[in-house]
């Protein structure tokens, strides 16, 4: 794991020179098991290109936020982009993902899948992020709960 800005980042490939789409996530959760998720996509010069929010069920915090991760995944899959750094305010997540060998049972279906896609990417990068600077991803993500 490597460190930007101060926070941790895991790094799959190589990211110089490409034009990376920046996706910030956020995951909202309560005790009934009610989850949800919302991101945001940007290019490189900062437009928007799309965004998701997206009610579920949950058995944690953890388990929604990597919900929302691997949504952002298939997304770009779909989308055939293969440059992509995805930013997340969970550390555990973050983490997770990358440390192969400690994954929680309850999201690890979900890591296998996302880290399964990895080979798809040219460069993939996950980033920590404070939770300050991921407001639209929350606020989609709080809204979806209500829905």
Same mark, same amino acid.
């Given at each position: *794991?490597?460190?930007?800005?101060?926070?941790?980042?895991? +790094?799959?490939?190589?990211?110089?020179?490409?034009? !990376?789409?920046?996706? =910030?996530?956020?995951?909202?959760?309560? @005790?009934?098991?009610? &989850?949800? #998720?919302?991101?945001?996509?940007?290019?490189?010069?900062?437009?928007?290109?799309?965004? @998701?929010? !997206?009610?579920?069920?949950?058995?944690?915090?953890?388990?929604?936020?990597?919900?929302?991760?691997?949504?952002? /995944? %298939?997304?770009?899959?779909?989308?055939?982009?293969?440059?992509?750094?995805?930013?997340?305010?969970?550390?555990?997540?973050?983490?997770? +993902?990358? %440390? /192969?060998?400690?994954?929680?049972? *309850?999201? %690890?279906?979900?890591? %296998?899948?996302?880290?399964? &896609? #990895?080979?798809? #990417?040219?460069?993939?990068?996950?980033? #920590? +992020?404070?939770?300050?600077?991921?407001?639209?991803?929350?606020?989609?993500? =709080?809204?979806?709960? =209500?829905?």
């Amino acid at each position: *794991m490597a460190i930007r800005n101060g926070n941790p980042v895991h +790094i799959i490939g190589k990211p110089e020179g490409c034009a !990376v789409i920046r996706v =910030k996530v956020d995951a909202s959760w309560v @005790r009934s098991l009610d &989850a949800a #998720f919302g991101w945001v996509a940007y290019d490189d010069t900062g437009q928007e290109l799309g965004r @998701r929010q !997206v009610r579920t069920r949950a058995e944690s915090p953890l388990q929604a936020e990597a919900l929302g991760v691997r949504d952002i /995944v %298939e997304w770009a899959r779909e989308e055939r982009i293969y440059h992509l750094d995805i930013s997340s305010d969970c550390l555990q997540l973050i983490i997770q +993902i990358a %440390e /192969v060998d400690r994954g929680s049972h *309850m999201i %690890e279906g979900i890591l %296998e899948d996302i880290r399964n &896609a #990895f080979s798809f #990417f040219h460069c993939l990068c996950f980033s #920590f +992020i404070p939770r300050h600077l991921n407001g639209l991803a929350h606020s989609l993500a =709080k809204q979806a709960i =209500k829905l």
